[in-house]
């Protein structure tokens, strides 16, 4: 893939989101997205262009250049996706992307309140 454009579309079509999907998550609207893909905007903000690389699962500077940092280099070529998520993982960025900040910093202690009850090593697994 030779330009962002093409690296946008790719890893948003690999995460298996559309252009609304993004849009609703980074809070932009869903022409921006298009407009990225397509060429017509020259300039993302920073801020968009990071939130976009994480919510796609991507090295920011995979997206932006097409190359990995030389320390990611291995003797197979890397992935394009490093992180690959799965349906249940895309969909709770989606609806977590959609929420007031107050309310996601909420999900956020109670995801880690359910954490550290549940997967602590001290804990015995469940069923057993």
Known sequence: MDTLTERIRAAREQAGLTQTDVAKALRISASAVNQWEHGFSKNIKLKHFFA????????????????????????????????????????LLHYVGQMPDTMRILVLRFLRGLTNIYCSPDKPERGT
């Open 52 to 91: 976009l690389a994480s919510l796609l699962g991507q090295d920011p500077l995979w997206l932006a250049t097409g190359k990995s940092h030389p320390q990611a280099r291995t003797t197979t070529p890397p992935s394009p996706n490093p992180h690959p998520t799965t349906s249940e993982e895309r969909a």
